[in-house]
Every structure is written in structure tokens, then in C-alpha cells.
């Protein structure tokens, strides 16, 4: 079991920058693939990118590639995602996510654990 609450939501203009981090509880979490995930008002979840459990393998959803970056720190516990050239539609809450399997997907189905979710607002 992992627990995850995430952080570094908030308010921001089109074109600024936000540092998202999602912190893990247990013994386990470099174990984990993780992955972030974000969910819009009406609209269904979406994959953000992902993380396998050594940091080696990241991947993006295209409508972020070139611009967030998601990275881990095992030793904290902690994955993190770098939100650079944020544009409207990037308005969300954006969750965390861990698959025990290591492997981690596109696929929120995938992914047993889940945080709380955090804010981010984006003005134009």
C-alpha cells in the first residue's frame, strides 16, 4: 500500500511556470512506475506523463511533450512534474499515480494508487 499526496498547484498566467510534487509514503516507492494524470471540468481523466521506476523511460502525452517534465527522486520519495509554457487549456487537477508493477501506462486503469489531486490554473 502507498500513499500519495500531491502538491505545488495554484494560479499562474498562460506562459508561466509551476513545479508540481507528489510525495509517496512506504518502503516500496522505488519500486513503482508513476505516472501524472489531470482531469478538466467536464471532461474525462487524461494522461500527463509517466515515470518507470528507475527514472530511465519517460513519456508525455503530446500535448505537453517539449514543455512539462516529470522526474523522481527515489531516495525522497517523491516524483515531481516541471510545467513550463503553460497555456489555458492546461487548467486541470492534476493527480499522481503509482503502478506496483513498475511497468507504468498511458492507461489510468493501470495504475492502482491514487492521490487527492491539485489545482492548477491557468489565466489567459
Known amino acids: 500500500q502507498v500513499q500519495l499526496v500531491e502538491s505545488g498547484g495554484g494560479l499562474v498566467q498562460a506562459g508561466g511556470s509551476l513545479s508540481l510534487s507528489c510525495a509517496a509514503s512506504?518502503?516500496?516507492?522505488?519500486?513503482?512506475?508513476m505516472g501524472w494524470f489531470r482531469q478538466a471540468p467536464g471532461k474525462a481523466r487524461e494522461f500527463v506523463a509517466g515515470?518507470?521506476?528507475?527514472?530511465?523511460?519517460?513519456w508525455y502525452a503530446d500535448s505537453v511533450k517539449g514543455r512539462f517534465t516529470i522526474s523522481r527522486d527515489n531516495a525522497k520519495n517523491t516524483v515531481y512534474l516541471q510545467m513550463n509554457s503553460l497555456k489555458p487549456e492546461d487548467t486541470a487537477v492534476y493527480y499522481c499515480?503509482?503502478?506496483?508493477?513498475?511497468?507504468?501506462?498511458?492507461?489510468?486503469?493501470?495504475?492502482?494508487?491514487w492521490g487527492q489531486g491539485t489545482q492548477v490554473t491557468v489565466s489567459p
Open positions: 499515480a503509482a503502478d506496483r508493477n513498475g511497468v507504468g501506462s498511458h492507461q489510468h486503469a493501470d495504475y492502482e494508487y
Open positions: 512506504g518502503r516500496t516507492f522505488s519500486s513503482y512506475a
Open positions: 515515470i518507470r521506476s528507475s527514472g530511465g523511460s519517460t
